[in-house]
């Protein structure tokens, strides 16, 4: 025969049940705080200034961008309006996850005449690269782009 539901095992599930809930919130928030990369500018308000200015200029120059992952190898293709390959200067990228920054790396790319390339290891999944490049008159070329990795 069954036991009665008194007051007290309701009040038992009750708590049981909210503190299932509390439980998960609190790991979940701690997940997300301890894996944010962190901002990407100190001031969006100030960065917001010369944002049109800045795309206007890189609008200019025409560029447009290709990139691709394979065999563990980064390429990335400049191309000017013609479909020429563009040697740019002080190329800089980060590759990284986009949830968290522990696997952020700063690979050393190598123009060799068409793409610039550059040797690392990703593992599959979807992974993002912030770069910044400068053309030879000092105008400065920056993107982000999405990388799926298959595996």
């Known amino acids: ?5 008194t ?11 909210f503190a299932v809930i ?4 609190v790991v979940m928030a701690w997940k997300a705080i301890s894996t944010f ?6 001031n969006s308000y100030v960065a917001s200034q010369s944002f049109d200015a800045e795309r ?9 961008l290709a990139h691709d992952y394979a065999d563990g190898a980064l ?4 191309r000017d309006r ?16 986009t949830t968290e920054a522990k696997d952020d790396r700063d690979p050393d790319f190598s123009f060799d005449g ?7 290891d990703l593992a599959p999944g979807k992974w993002m690269v912030m770069l910044e490049a400068f053309a030879k008159d000092g105008t400065r070329f920056h993107q982000r782009l999405d990388l799926f990795v298959k595996g």
């Open 1 to 5: 025969m069954n036991a009665p539901l």
């Open 7 to 17: 007051g007290r095992k309701v009040l038992l599930i009750t708590v049981s049940a």
């Open 22 to 25: 509390i439980g998960v919130n």
């Open 37 to 42: 990369p962190g901002l990407e500018v100190k």
């Open 56 to 64: 206007a200029a890189q609008d200019r120059l025409g560029w447009t």
């Open 75 to 78: 390429k990335l293709s400049f």
């Open 82 to 97: 013609d479909g020429r390959p563009v040697e740019v200067e002080g190329l800089k990228a980060t590759v990284g996850r």
């Open 114 to 120: 068409a793409d610039y390339v550059a040797t690392t």
